[in-house]
Structures are given as C-alpha cells and as structure tokens.
C-alpha cells in the first residue's frame, strides 16, 4: 500500500440511524479510512442526538455544508407516533433532517439508479442511468381543498399589501363541486432551475424539463418562462462549451420520449409530476437500493445520500446478532460523490480517482455474482449470483479496491 490520500478541505460528515448506522461505520473503516487520510466535520444526526440537542444538529450540519461546499448523509429516522412509543425519551416528534437540510440549502433532490450488467432495467432500451429532479415545494403539495354542496360561483381572489386586489372567476357550478386553489413562488422556481443546470454541467449530462404549459398558460407558463431565462441569462454559454443541451417539452411528450431513449439525462420534474415519475422510473431501474439521492442548492452546495431508509426491519435482526444482507451500495456511492466532488473543488485528482476506482470495485464484486441479497433475484437468466451477508460484501468490495490501487 501506498500512502494514504491527503485532503485539504474537510467533507461534512451526518451520521444517521439503525442499520444503514452500522453500514456507515463499516465502509468507513474497512473501504475508506485505510486508503484516505478522512478529514470530515462530524455531526451525529442519529435520532437521540437529535433530541438531545433539540435539533440544533441538524441545523449546524445544514450551516456547515453551505460553509464547506459537500456533505455526505446516513439515512435517519424521521419520527412518527410509533417511534415516539418506541423512544420514549423523546420530547417532540422532530421534523424529518432532510426537509429541514433541504430548506436551509433551499435544494433540490436529484435521484439516480446505480447500474450494474447483470441486472438489466425493465426497460430494454435503458443503458444510462435516468436522473429525477423533482421541485419540492409548492404546487398541489401546499394547495387548499374546499367542497360544497349547493349551486353557486367560486373566486380566487389576490390581496396584495398595497392593498390593489386580484380576482378572477373559477367557475359557476350547479351542484355539489371540488375546488382546490395552488401557488408556486418565482423564487423558488428560480432555486429549482439553477439547481437543475448547475448540476447538469457538474454531471455533464443533458437537461430536459416538462410541465403543461399549453393547459396551464399561467402557472406552467412561469415555470417554462423561468427556466428559459436562467438558460438564456447563466447557463446557455457552459453548457454549449460542453456540448449539453437544454431540451424543454410538453410532459406528456417527456414521458413518451423518456420511455424510449437510452437514458443519460436529467428529467427535470414540477412536484407532482416528480413524485409519481421518480417511483416509475426507480422500479423499472431495479432497487431502492442502488439509488442515489443528490441535494444541490443553487450556488452548487451539494449533499450525497442513499435513497433508501434506515432499513428498520435488518436492524432489529442485526440487535439478535444475526448477519444481515443489508445492501450498502447507494451509502458507498453516496460517500463516493463526496470524495470525488471534493476531489474536484480542492483540485485533488486522486481523490475524485479513488472515488471512482471504489465504485468500480462494487460494481466488479457484484459482477463476479457477489451481492446482497435483494439483488439476487433481480439478475439476468444465466447470470450465477450468490447472496452474501454485508460484512462479506464489503470485505470483497475490499479486495477488488485493494486490487486496482
Ligand atoms: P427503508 O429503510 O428504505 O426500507 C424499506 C425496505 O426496503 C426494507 O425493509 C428492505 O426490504 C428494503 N431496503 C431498503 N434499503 C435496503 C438496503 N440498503 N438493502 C436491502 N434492502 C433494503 O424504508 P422504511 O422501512 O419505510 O423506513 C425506515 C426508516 O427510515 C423510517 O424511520 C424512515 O423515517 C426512515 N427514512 C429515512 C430516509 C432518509 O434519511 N433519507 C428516507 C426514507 C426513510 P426487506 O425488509 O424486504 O429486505
Ligand atoms: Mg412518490
């Protein structure tokens, strides 16, 4: 073994809960500090400490990834009514970590499937990964839903504070109807689309974007009309230089299109169109296990995690002693776009080629039919997999790494 990888700046390290808890300390130990000398900030975001310190983790950890540019993320638990009976030292059901990293960041999720040959996507022709960008705010997820029952004319009527007013009719109906009235705000449709371009010039990959503007005139109209000035105004230069594209569409021609490309591009997505999209397209890639989750806030803080949770049920076996064939890909991925994106900023090759020499080492583990259990059934005809329990997985991960340093 050669030396250890210097780094310069520190990543910000948040620990999380139950099994992927016990993932993360294992890649740590056996897959990243015998090869990187790790400089990390560390914030125990493990639901105790969380409670512990009435949630103020949470937030230095979101202060400190703005101040140092990258994180990495150990799925946590976010409470509901059964985890307060099951911790009962809890004082609140605090928020969940990632809404509250995602509003002090003001980011923007992008999803990607982790792709390996023996496990083909449903889809034939996908053979480059599909990446979500959903926008998380707004729209029907922040609506009001009104019902009534006799005839009669609704409005929706704008107060402004300089007391001008906006009306319009919504309809006359006769009989019982359904209303529901929704908003975005122009700021946070700016966040999303800077999001989104500053993040296809960083993965160098196209961006397509889709609403209904020829329905919703106005408010999808916004959408496109904001999209097309951040393109026109910051983005358009880099992105001819790289030779990506910018491809705008009508949503149901996005999805059309998307069904029958090859994949390698970032769908940009409204709220809805995001959540319903990134579960198709997720499934029909394979598992929750191999996607990635990437936050990225407009000036490019970017925050990598694991898609998936804790992965509560593989934790109460891990506390009987069993073994557990926990998948821990997406969470070595997830430290692998850290490293490699602070290998970038700091000007430090090596590291950005560690990161990808670890990823091919999972990818070559997993080609010699080594995996976790929930790939197995997944795999090709003819394909010989084996499942090994994780403590197994990784140490074979290991010595494909060990191999190609
Ligand atoms: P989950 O942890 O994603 O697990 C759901 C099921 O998916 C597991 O029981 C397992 O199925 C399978 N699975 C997920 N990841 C896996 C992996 N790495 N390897 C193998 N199988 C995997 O979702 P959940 O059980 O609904 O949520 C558990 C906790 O996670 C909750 O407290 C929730 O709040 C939290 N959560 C956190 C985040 C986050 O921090 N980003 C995201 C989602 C959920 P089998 O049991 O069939 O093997
Ligand atoms: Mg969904």
Redesign the pocket.
């Known amino acids: 073994m050669n030396e250890k990888i210097r780094m310069l700046t520190p990543i910000v390290e948040m620990d ?1 809960d ?1 099994m992927t808890r016990v993932l993360w300390q294992m890649i740590k130990d056996q897959l990243i500090i015998p090869f990187i000398d790790l400089k990390t900030e560390y914030y125990d975001l493990s639901l105790l400490h969380r409670n512990e310190t009435k949630d103020q983790v949470t937030v230095d950890a979101a202060n400190a990834t703005r101040r140092l540019g990258v994180a990495v993320k150990c ?4 409470p509901n009514k059964q ?1 307060m009976e099951e911790y009962p030292q809890l004082t609140e059901m605090w928020k969940s ?2 809404g509250t990293i995602r509003s002090i960041l003001d980011g923007t999720v992008f999803r990607a499937p982790i792709l390996m040959d023996a496990i083909h996507p449903v889809v034939k022709n996908w053979k480059l990964p599909i990446t979500i960008a959903r926008h998380a705010y707004g729209d029907v997820y922040k609506s009001v839903d009104l019902y009534t029952t006799e005839p009669g004319t609704a409005t929706l009527t704008f107060c402004g504070e300089s007391g001008d007013e906006k009306t319009i009719t919504v309809q006359k109906v006769d009989g019982p109807a359904v209303w529901q009235a929704a908003h975005n705000k122009e700021k946070s449709i700016r966040s999303f689309a800077r999001a989104c371009f500053q993040y296809a010039i960083d993965t160098k990959q196209d961006l397509w974007f889709s609403t209904k503007d020829t329905i919703a005139k106005v408010y999808d109209g916004e959408f496109k009309k904001v999209f097309e000035e951040e393109y026109e105004s910051t983005y358009r230069a880099e992105f001819e230089r790289l030779g990506l594209t910018y491809f705008y569409t009508l949503i149901d021609d996005a999805v059309a299109r998307v069904i029958r490309s090859k994949g390698g591009f970032i769908w940009a997505c409204k709220n809805y169109d995001g959540d319903v999209m990134s579960d198709m397209v997720s499934t029909a890639f394979g598992s ?2 191999m996607m990635t ?1 990437v936050l990225v806030s407009p000036d490019g803080t970017t925050e990598y ?2 898609a ?7 934790y109460y076996k891990h506390l009987k002693g069993e073994a557990t064939s ?3 890909t ?1 969470t070595i991925f997830a430290w692998t776009g850290a490293l490699r994106k602070r290998g970038q900023l700091d000007g430090i090759e090596e590291l950005a080629a560690f990161a990808d020499k670890l990823e091919k080492a999972v990818l070559d583990t997993m080609g010699d039919g080594i995996m ?1 259990k ?1 790939l197995v059934g997944l795999v090709d005809d003819g394909f010989e997999a084996h499942a090994v329990n994780s403590d197994e997985f990784i140490a074979a991960i290991r010595q494909h790494l060990e191999k190609s340093l």
């Open positions: 999380g139950e799925a946590t638990i976010t985890r970590p990632n929750l296990a989750s995690e694991a998936h949770g804790t992965v509560t049920k593989h926990t998948n821990p997406a976790t929930d």
